[in-house]
């Protein structure tokens, strides 16, 4: 049985909610991203002058990049939530791969699943 429109409206809030703190954490990223590229002292050279100022800068972009294409997967997931909900909200709430409820509290707590538990589980256990 598809879930109640109140349970559907819940949802999309939770998800529209994730998605602004997400574009919001990116935006952040950007901004410091841009900051690192342009020194403090308004050198706008993106490379130190000394060896070890240059590992860390190195490290300090490669730590921000990890964590903008974590976030960036973390939307992309969201959108697809909300496409789903948008286009065929009866089957919100449906694991995507043996078709049974995923359940209210996995949804609440994370409202961009796919699957219901087992099927996570095998999925990360590396099982058909």
């Known amino acids: 049985m598809p879930l109640a429109k109140k349970d559907l409206a819940h949802f999309e809030q ?3 909610e994730e998605r602004e ?3 919001k954490q990116l935006a952040q990223f950007d901004e410091s991203f841009s900051d690192t590229l342009q020194g403090s002292d308004g050198d706008l050279s993106a490379y130190s002058f ?3 100022d240059q590992g860390t800068d190195a490290m300090e972009r490669e730590k921000a990049f990890l964590f903008a294409s974590k976030e960036g997967r973390f939307l992309y997931h969201i959108d697809e ?3 789903r909900l948008y286009q065929t909200p009866e ?3 449906y694991c995507q791969e043996c078709g049974n409820e ?3 509290e996995r949804l609440d707590a ?3 699943a796919r699957l219901c538990i087992r099927c ?3 999925e990360e256990n590396g099982d058909s």
């Open 21 to 23: 703190k997400i574009v």
């Open 120 to 122: 996570k589980e095998r």
């Open 50 to 52: 000394h060896m070890a």
């Open 110 to 112: 994370l409202p961009h």
């Open 14 to 16: 939770r998800l529209l």
């Open 91 to 93: 089957a919100y709430g």
């Open 102 to 104: 995923i359940g209210f």
């Open 81 to 83: 939530a909300l496409r």
